[in-house]
């Protein structure tokens, strides 16, 4: 923990020595901001030159002993908190864009999402930049092609992205004058250096990703994946090696340093900093690019064991099965900041969905688990977020009449979840097109090939591939739901539908007993029970069809993602008591898998069902969380057990796989005295947290799913 | 040719090498005080109980045709029993449940392939108990028909009815069948054995089952 002590201590204790005080680059930025909509100058040039005057003023600090120029005071800018001025100015300008572009549908996303049914929004964050090109380029070489570009053919686009650009170049010296005036010449050199010519060492490449992580955060863009990690910082690895600027030693150190930057920065508090590893390099026939660097890496993953960064690994049947039973062996010690990813499945998802077959080596989950093309897409994989249990609730609203029959009620649902689906798509499309309005990125956009070619913004979809993406949540709850109703109210006649909506609208309250009888009889999702599996398979189907024929303003349209992170405990504060045995406002189902405690048969069962839905229908991911208890995965069995579930799992169809091995005792103890457990990480969604960081809503969840589980 | 089954578990990793499914039979010559399947002993199907289950509701008691349950608090009068099955269909909250259902090694099979893709790393089906190889004809049906889809097979047995398995396994269609015993070799020596077992062991031939091993 060394490295993360000292990292935490280069933040908190750090001495600013250039820069001015958080309120006065706030209001120097809305300046630039009010200045700008007076201004004959398109929106794009005005972010740029907000970015500048962020990046010109924000204040930096070096410490004597650290590894990299890296504390920049950037809360005050935080566009992840909502407390930075750009994040406020977003905010102002996402709901002005709205209100004057469609405010029916504006008003629609807030009233829908009031009842937990469906938000869309311009999803402005989820996507990559293209770290080749930052690597390889380096700074000067992104200038050097917004001018030529420019020269050529002058447009706002181009001046924007010289603007930034240039704003990235200044960052750079500016943070080089104040290590020099700290004494960290070594720091000052290099940084002068990354100003003039791109990264050489891997050193300078990791100090290059930082400032640019920076950069474009400060710009108004999570940056969502640094890249393919292995693949991309190989090179300069073997340089230092082959020069004896490095020896494996030095370098494990070294990457212990630059990954716990990440946890320090953001105290585990934020959604972690996603890194690639492995899968399959350009170019055929197909090999697996896992390296020494690969090893390195996950070596000094396990040695920090925190929170972020959080790894990914892009597995494929070559995938060498050390590796794999080093991530196991990590997720034993509870440092399980990982997913898996099924590297064909994600391929084939691709390429149904029009990807180039050169392009898709450059697969990278985004965020957590959604596959896009690095450098040549735009993902904004959370376009839109929708219910897929809510259609359920509205078979009982007020005065709709009870259905006659199953096959009615059936019937109900998925015209209920047709009209919602396609409501909020409609809407979704104008979000889409009000991005360039509200946020036009232009250091993200130098980073893209296309966009540079084309002279268009990412916002204006210049990159290769454009694509929305739709979570669609809430899929066991509805499954459950609706086969509770027609077990309930159907074959057994136990009671008519319109005393189950008595019922329902009384939270079960007075018949506990046909809680647990709709908690334990009717046929449940995530047991391999054909007729759950199949009424599951029809409901995504549907969903399938009616996201990828709806009308985008995207090229490449809207895409399904079968996830729901933890907006199911949202979605599930919104909504009544559901026919599953769900209590009004409790959480509905999460990600693709089973109901809380509905798992009869265990993971294999949640397995069996999964490999009934066609995954490669889920563009936008999909991925099942595993909760096992530590005894189950302790040892070489258990180490074993887990490489060959992932294996087994991706064999069979599955395409993302994350795992948690909690005892719920040991969390609760975490409750009662936090400071006890203040390390002990959980797997919360895409991202791991400190238990005891979490609110006790979500401390609770993760209890009751390490109860399910039999912890 | 039937099996009696007490549960069938999924990925279990401690019944043999690798990922595998467990079946657990119901029905074992001995009783020894250590075992830690006690509903496999009969082998006969049993009512369990779930005390933690219970809510109380009494509609156990209602249904009973027989007078074998009584409320507040519950109780089982298990003379009066039937195994009908009206108080596990009555209680909805899982309190009660029949331990114990005859298959065939025909109707075992596809509940067993479910998961044969967890068993390419080395694992496959274990047939625990209580006592396999008191049913080893029909084990080494299942056994065989396992093998036709490539299945590697465990069967941990206590070496009781090692002499009856020789001639199903050794000499029977599911020869080439992997077997292992189940025994705790500090235990099975002198009169040890004989206390903690109320004396119902025979180990007449512990040279015999390691002959069948290899």
Known sequence: MMNVERMSATFDEARFSDGLPQAEVNATIRRVYENGEHDVAPFAVTRARMLACALENVRLAVGRNDTFASVVERHYLDSRYGVGEIARIQGERAETVARRDFPEGFARTNSAWAEGRFFTQADLSHTSPDWDRILSLGIPGLLAEAEARHAANPTPFTESVIIACHAFHDFALRFASVCDREGRHDLATELSALAARPPETLHEALQLAILYWHVQETEGEWVRSFGIFDRQYLPFLERDLAAGRLTEESAEELLVAFFAFFHAESKGRDAGAPFCFGGYLPGEPLRDGCNRLTRLAWRAFRTLGTPSPKFSIRVNPDTPREILRFAAECIQEGKNAMVFANEPLVRKAMLRRGKAPADLANFIPIGCYEPAIMGKELSCTMQCVFNLSKPVEDLFADGAAAPATWEEAEERYFAALERDLREALAIARRWERAWNDINPSPMLSATMAECMERGLDVSQFGTKYATSGVVCAGLATAVDSLLAIRTMVFDRGMLSFDDFRAVLLADWEGREDLRQFALRRPPKWGCGDETADALARRICDLAADLIEKAQSAKPGGFQMGLWSIDWCIGIGSKMKATPDGRHAGTPVSKNSGANFGADAEGPAGVVESLSRLDHARFPDGAVLDVMLPPRTIAGEEGAEFLVNFVRTLFARGGQFVHFNSLSAGKLREAQRDPTKYRNLQVRLCGWNVRFVDLDRAHQDWIIREAEGSGA | ?214
């Not at chain 2, 074992?28 to 009512?47: I, K």
């Not at chain 2, 274990?126 to 490539?150: D, K, M, Q």
């Not at chain 2, 069967?155 to 009781?160: L, M, N, R």
């Open chain 2, 1 to 214: 040719m039937k099996i009696p089954v007490a549960a069938i578990r999924r990925l279990t990793l401690h019944d043999g090498p690798g990922t595998r499914t467990t079946v657990f039979v119901k029905g074992c010559p001995l009783h020894c005080h250590w075992c830690h399947n006690p509903e496999c002993l009969s082998a006969r199907p049993q009512l369990l109980f779930h005390d933690n289950l219970c809510a109380g509701c009494g509609k156990c008691a209602d249904v009973c045709s027989h007078g074998a349950h009584t409320s507040a608090p519950h109780a089982i009068d298990r003379s009066r029993r039937r195994l009908c099955g009206q108080c596990v269909e009555a209680c909805w909250h899982g309190a009660l449940e029949i331990c114990g259902r005859d298959y065939t090694p025909e109707a075992l099979l596809p509940l067993l392939l479910r998961d044969a893709a967890f068993y390419e790393s080395g694992g496959g089906v274990t047939v625990s108990g209580g006592e396999p190889l008191l049913y080893a004809e029909a084990v080494a049906r299942l056994f065989a028909l396992l093998r036709g889809h490539g299945v590697r097979l465990v069967p941990s047995a206590s070496g009781e009815s090692a002499w009856k398995a020789a001639k199903c396994f050794v000499f029977g269609s599911a020869a080439d069948a992997e077997l292992t015993g189940d025994f705790d070799l500090s235990a099975i020596s002198g009169a040890r054995i004989k206390h903690l077992d109320n004396g119902n062991l025979e180990l007449s031939v512990p040279g015999a089952f390691v002959v069948i091993v290899r």
